[in-house]
């Protein structure tokens, strides 16, 4: 990860990336420990507004990872600001509090009315755009930073994920991890319910964030404050939680399966699940190796060391 020097004068730049994932959620809110959007938003809001309120000059930016596509939450165009209707002002909340609060669920509510309901069976609703919100947050950030003078700017990426792992964007995702990491920029991960993500947890891990797996969804708040509000200088003096072991499986290019063991091209790294003589990829030609020596002591000449060829890598269980 990119070594950036971090000061407590710092303006905090928090990109929070919310899975909006409709079916997901409605298996959430049925669980024996249920938490629906609804109430899974109010605990963000209150998140938000506590990052807000840490620091004068901290910003904060909302994506939605949702079936098919990605889109801000806040900040909305000014097109989108003029069609909405005057909010009345609350004289017992602080202004700027209510005025994200009250864009963020305006945009959710106009993101699920305007849903594309086909898109929302059983195999495209398991999983949302992630790598979509992703990119878009990267991109939003090196705009940011680039107009940053002074260079006070830090952001960091926060993913509250509900959906399960997608083969079909491990290699998207993978650029973005890369990405993030090159560029110094801490990807956390906060999952809220379901299985582990193999990849989201390389996220963390390569990018130098945080992962955190909610065992009580009825505390997500606290969750919430305690492991993913503070700041990257505040980061330097606390001991915030760690992964003991991390999934590095890989999806492979062939079938799009999650894969312990698998063969890695020698050209352009591509991963596959089975071996085959032509990379579908590079389109290069392996040579056969012969496992053992024929018959007689003596081995037949073997193909020069510059040959491409396939060769076997296991997926390690810790980093």
Not at 38 to 61: E, S
Not at 149 to 178: H, T, W
Not at 238 to 252: H, I, K, S, T
Request: glycine fraction near 4%; aromatic fraction near 8%; charged fraction near 20%.
């Amino acid at each position: 990860m990119k070594d950036i020097s971090t000061s407590e004068d710092d303006s905090n730049l928090l990109v929070l990336i919310i899975d909006t994932n409709p079916l997901v959620w409605a298996e959430s809110s049925k669980a024996p420990v249920p938490l629906s959007l609804d109430d899974a938003l109010r605990q963000i809001l209150i998140f938000i507004n506590a990052h807000l309120a840490l620091k004068y000059n901290n910003k904060v930016v909302v994506i939605a990872s949702h079936v098919g596509h990605s889109e801000f939450l806040y900040p909305v165009s000014h097109d989108v600001q003029s069609r909405d209707v005057q909010i009345k002002r609350n004289a017992n909340i602080y202004p700027n509090f209510q005025f994200v609060a009250d864009q963020i669920v305006s945009s959710v509510r106009e993101l699920f009315s305007n849903a594309d309901s086909s898109l929302l069976h059983k195999d495209m609703g398991a999983s949302s755009m992630i790598t979509g919100a992703l990119s878009m947050a990267l991109c939003y950030i090196n705009r940011i930073i680039k107009s940053d003078e002074l260079g006070q700017i830090k952001p960091r990426i926060l993913v509250l994920s509900v959906s399960p792992d997608s083969a079909y964007q491990y290699i998207p995702l993978m650029n973005c991890i890369f990405s993030a990491q090159k560029a110094g920029i801490p990807v956390d991960v906060c999952k809220i319910y379901g299985e582990e993500t193999a990849f989201l947890q390389q996220a963390a891990n390569i990018s130098g964030g945080v992962y955190l797996k909610v065992e009580n969804t009825q505390a997500l708040l606290q969750y919430l404050m305690f492991a993913f509000l503070p700041e990257r200088y505040a980061r330097n003096f606390l001991n915030l939680p760690n992964e003991d072991e991390v999934d590095f499986r890989a999806a492979c290019f062939c079938h799009k399966k999650v894969v312990d063991i698998g063969y890695v091209c020698s050209v352009c790294l591509s991963i596959f699940c089975s071996w085959s003589p032509v990379c579908s990829t590079c389109k290069t030609k392996f040579a056969f190796r012969p496992l053992m020596p024929p018959q007689g002591g003596r081995s037949r000449a073997g193909t020069p060391r510059s040959t491409p060829s396939l060769s076997v890598a296991a997926s390690p269980a810790h980093p």
